[in-house]
């Protein structure tokens, strides 16, 4: 089965040749392969399409896809955006008592799964009436050529033939519910940055509208009553993350959709929001979009892989056990349907600890103490190494930020000095900006020189899948592509030290393992050093040297202890969390071990929580 499919918001037929259609082979033959829409996009003629992919070369802005699917896929098919829009096939299959997690990329349906399996969208299986929402993961791939049933001779989809098309399987029953609107279903979104637009007033106010008898119960388990009576606008991201789970979770539905619930949490965070969709997923149907790996091993009872290409297709792959899905998803070859989906395997490595440091020492600082009316931190004396990459790892309000700050310039300490002359590129944890216009202008004026350069291009541009955003204006970047941005511009200034807050927020677990390896070349290549701030262990093990680890009780004081060798920062880290890890044996990813089970007691009396 040969698909054709077109990104919409990249095509541009103003500021191109219309090079698809002049050099396509069959429109040289005289075969009316390609027809206009009334923005003068193309709708190309599959049935017609040999698969050349010379249109795909000879676009300019990369707006086209041709890809060849196997043919069993046809019958999969469950909604089709238009003549060449995104195309999602099947779809996962939600089970009581059992958490599902949805493993995938960006862009490639999960949001369109939301919608249908809740009911807001009925599936059209390329037949029916599609609309344009605008809005989700794909509204790229969404606005070309409608389907028309009395156009096309095709009669729309109805409920009917959507429990026709499931019968015999546990969406029919799902779908049924859905029909006769007996199905309640609760969504916790994937960026909660803008709750604050939506919402005018209080943390309580907010909640007690949807469940006012158990929000007690359910702020104490989130360890968020104490800001009950804070208004939302004045929350940070990690606080208006459990806001967020918290709202979901008061909600009385029979289907519950949680889209990344681990950005902005800290560990211990993560671990007890896990506990407690897990305990949810024991009685009703619970899916769970996650990207970091480590949180959705530990809380999910199955995974769905997905593959595709972001904008054009996604496909579901039947379900696996937890284990097996996330070491196919690193290796990036899913063997049972014989498709390839990443070049080569994310690798983990046991790092050994690095006798000396060849390149001397970059920055030494003394202890540190800064103080606020309400947070006291302070810091044990430390050395950064050229060339070394410090991972930082600690619970949220103790420190973290306030240590970077003062590393880059932005805060004076009030006891302690720095000692360093050098240049330092900073990534804040919070990305803002002003800017009005495309993101081009954007970096232009940000990196002035920096922009456009061979290194820029090679290491950058390429690897972080900038040149498609260029054209995008800033104010409608979604929140992975601002990270993606932000990343860029700091890697892309001459520096000494790269000071990375939460590189990994709102990235996919592609553009993570991709972000690490980019983080760790740069660094590599100028022979430079790196600071970074980060609550995913996937992330931190991928890309650290050694550990910086904060502790304390948060928002009342913090302390900071490193640069420390990898293995005893990552053990006094999980000491303090109360978890371990251990290395999965086919990987040497690092899973956590289930609590009081044979391997953990073993490791707690050896001292060995990182791994064994």
Not at 14 to 29: H, L, Q, T
Not at 424 to 429: A, E, L, R
Request: glycine share 8%; proline share 5%.
């Amino acid at each position: 089965m040969r698909i054709a499919s077109l990104l919409y918001d990249r095509c541009q037929p103003k500021k191109c040749g219309k090079e698809c259609y002049n050099f396509c082979p069959r429109v040289r033959a005289g075969d009316d392969i390609f027809e206009w829409d009334p923005k003068n996009k193309p709708i190309i003629d599959e049935g017609l399409c040999v698969g050349c992919g010379i249109c795909v070369h000879k676009c300019p802005f990369d707006a086209i896809r041709i890809t060849n699917l196997p043919e069993e896929l046809e019958t999969d098919l469950i909604h089709q955006f238009g003549a060449n829009g995104f195309r999602l096939f099947r779809i996962p299959y939600p089970q009581e008592g059992r958490v599902l997690g949805l493993l995938g990329s960006n862009g490639i349906g999960k949001s369109l799964i939301l919608n249908i399996l809740s009911g807001t969208m009925m599936p059209n299986f390329g037949l029916g009436i599609a609309k344009d929402e605008n809005e989700g993961e794909e509204p790229s791939a969404f606005g070309s050529k409608q389907l028309d049933g009395e156009e096309e001779g095709l009669a729309p989809t109805t409920w009917k033939d959507v429990m026709d098309r499931f019968g015999g399987t546990g969406l029919h029953e799902h779908f049924k519910r859905i029909n006769s609107k007996t199905l309640i279903s609760a969504f916790k979104p994937q960026y909660v940055d803008s709750i604050p637009k939506m919402f005018k007033g209080t943390v309580r106010e907010m909640l007690s509208r949807v469940n006012m008898e158990r929000m007690l119960e359910i702020t104490n388990a989130l360890e968020i009553s104490h800001i009950l009576d804070r208004t939302l606008d004045k929350l940070s991201g990690g606080e208006l993350q459990r806001v967020a789970i918290a709202a979901t979770l008061l909600k009385d539905a029979d289907f519950y959709f949680f889209d990344e619930p681990s950005s902005y949490l800290d560990i211990k965070q993560r671990l007890k929001m896990s506990q407690i969709i897990k305990e949810l997923g024991n009685k009703k149907q619970v899916i769970v979009v996650e990207h970091d790996l480590a949180i959705l091993d530990f809380l999910a009872d199955n995974i769905s892989l997905m593959y595709g290409e972001p904008g054009a297709f996604g496909v579901v792959a039947k379900p696996m056990s937890v284990k097996q899905a996330i070491n196919v998803f690193l290796e990036g070859y899913l063997r049972v349907e014989n498709v390839r989906f990443r070049d080569k395997p994310v690798e983990f490595y046991v790092h050994p600890p690095k006798a000396e440091w060849a390149g001397g020492d970059l920055l030494t600082f003394a202890a540190l103490e800064k103080r606020f009316p309400s947070f006291h931190f302070r810091s044990k004396a430390g050395t950064i190494h050229m060339g070394e990459v410090v991972g930082c790892v600690g619970p949220n309000a103790t420190g973290k930020s306030t240590f970077v700050k003062m590393l880059a310039g932005e805060l004076e300490p009030d006891m302690g000095t720095i000692e360093a002359d050098i240049r330092i590129s900073y990534k804040p944890q919070y990305i803002r900006h002003d800017f009005d216009g495309p993101v081009r202008d954007y970096l232009i004026i940000e990196l002035q020189e920096h922009f456009g350069t061979g290194f820029f291009k090679a290491e950058l541009e390429g690897p972080l899948g900038l040149k498609h955003l260029y054209d995008k204006e800033m104010s409608k970047l979604s929140g992975g592509e601002q990270q993606r941005i932000a990343v860029a511009k700091a890697l892309a200034r001459e520096a000494d030290l790269y000071l990375m807050d939460e590189p990994s927020a709102y990235l996919d677990a592609n553009q993570r393992m991709e972000v690490a390896k980019i983080i760790r070349r740069v660094i590599e290549k100028r022979g430079r050093s790196g600071f970074i701030v980060d609550h995913d262990v996937y992330f931190i093990d991928l890309v650290s040297d050694t550990m910086m680890v904060f502790q304390g009780e948060p928002s009342v004081n913090g302390t900071a202890v490193g640069p420390l060798e990898l293995r005893e920062g990552m053990n006094l880290f999980l000491k303090d969390v109360g978890i371990t890890f251990r290395r999965d044996m086919e990987t040497k990813r690092p899973r956590i071990n289930k609590l009081d089970s044979r391997l953990d007691q073993e490791q707690r009396r050896k001292g060995e929580y990182y791994y064994s």
